[in-house]
């Protein structure tokens, strides 16, 4: 079992996808629900159909047969894998020592920590506070700009009746918001891995 980090507005998404549910499916369908996350491969050089390409990130292995590439490393998840969601959590102010998660309360005016405490950042969550489990169901590489609308919808941003206009303009917002300081920008189009997981039931 391997950690994976989740920010806030996406561990809502996850939350909002059915458990045990493939091709997954959203609780409420007018709300975001996620089932994929880019992660950006950082410069390495691999070899794809015989031509050596600079990567954005690490090498690659033989994603779904479509193509050969060899590589040194392979992804840091695989299908099949289970992985633990690390979120913004803290201490409740109710039943001492309860565990709570910031997701829950993003649209309260009351934070429940108990006296003194703080958000604790989702980098520092231990395996034992977690509450969601996830299912590698598929690893593959693409650049960034090859992304269609409905990966857009499946990385967890807006959905509803304009969801077919909005998604993409909305997840490239997203991305560049986490990703540009780190020049890997939309505009950028680095190449990602693509992990595709299911919400599994604990």
């Not at 840091?76 to 894998?81: E, F, R, S």
């Not at 405490?117 to 969601?132: D, H, L, Q, V």
Request: glycine letters at 6%; charged letters at 25%.
């Amino acid at each position: 079992m391997k950690p994976i980090l989740f920010s806030t507005p996406m561990v809502q998404a996850i939350l909002n996808t059915k458990p045990g549910v493939w091709p997954p499916e959203p609780i409420d369908p007018n709300m975001p629900y996620k089932s994929q996350t880019r992660r950006v491969i950082k410069k390495k050089y691999i070899e794809i159909d015989g031509r050596e390409v600079l990567l954005s990130g690490k090498p690659v292995y033989e994603p779904l047969g479509f193509m050969t590439v060899t590589g040194i490393k392979r992804p840091k998840y695989q299908p099949g894998d289970v992985l633990w969601v690390r979120e913004t959590w803290g201490i409740g102010i109710e039943l001492a020592g309860r565990l709570i998660y910031k997701a829950n309360y993003v649209n309260s005016n009351k934070y429940p920590l108990a006296d003194g405490e703080k958000w604790k950042p989702s980098i520092f969550m231990p395996r034992e506070a977690a509450r969601m489990f996830l299912e590698v169901k598929s690893v593959r590489i693409q650049k960034l700009q090859e992304m269609c609308v409905a990966d857009c919808v499946h990385e967890g941003v807006q959905v509803g009746n304009a969801w077919t206009v909005n998604a993409k303009p909305a997840f490239m917002k997203l991305w560049d918001s986490i990703n540009k300081k780190q020049i890997y920008s939309w505009e950028y189009n680095p190449w990602v891995w693509v992990y595709e997981f299911m919400r599994i039931k604990t």
